[in-house]
């Protein structure tokens, strides 16, 4: 059982990692792109973001998490499903209040994996 869950934990994670490589930039790429110093990136955070989901081919508005939401979600006692269903409503919800924990709970896992990799990647889930 527990190879079991360590094979779909690497699985999983071999999946964010590769979605995360299709937005890597050239530098050429990057010098183009504008430069924000921290308090314009702070004036932006509160603005809904969106999140275009291949597989259910539509965008999803999210709001960006903040460093205070770390608390909220890094309990070391949270199983991965809590973990990264804590990340996954943190964001939806911000965007819009009538999305809930069970909501996201009944998320076809593809969708949870691709909002987590193109909204706050890999680090938060396990192994990332």
Do not use: W
């Not at 071999?14 to 995360?20: D, E, P, V």
């Not at 919800?93 to 809930?100: C, E």
């Amino acid at each position: 059982m527990v190879e079991n869950k360590l094979s779909d934990n690497k699985a999983i994670l071999k999946k964010l990692q590769a979605i995360a490589e299709q937005d890597k930039l050239t530098e050429q790429e990057l010098e183009k792109k504008q430069i924000k110093k921290l308090g314009e990136i702070l004036e932006d955070t509160n603005k809904n973001r969106y999140v275009y989901i291949k597989s259910l081919d539509c965008r999803l508005p999210y709001k960006e998490l903040a460093v205070t939401a770390l608390a909220a979600i890094t309990d070391k006692n949270k199983t991965d499903e809590e973990l990264t269903t804590d990340v996954i409503y943190l964001l939806l919800h911000a965007a819009d209040p009538k999305v809930t924990k069970e909501q996201v709970k009944k998320l076809p896992l593809n969708v949870a994996t691709e909002i987590i990799a193109k909204t706050v990647g890999t680090s938060f889930l396990p192994g990332g």
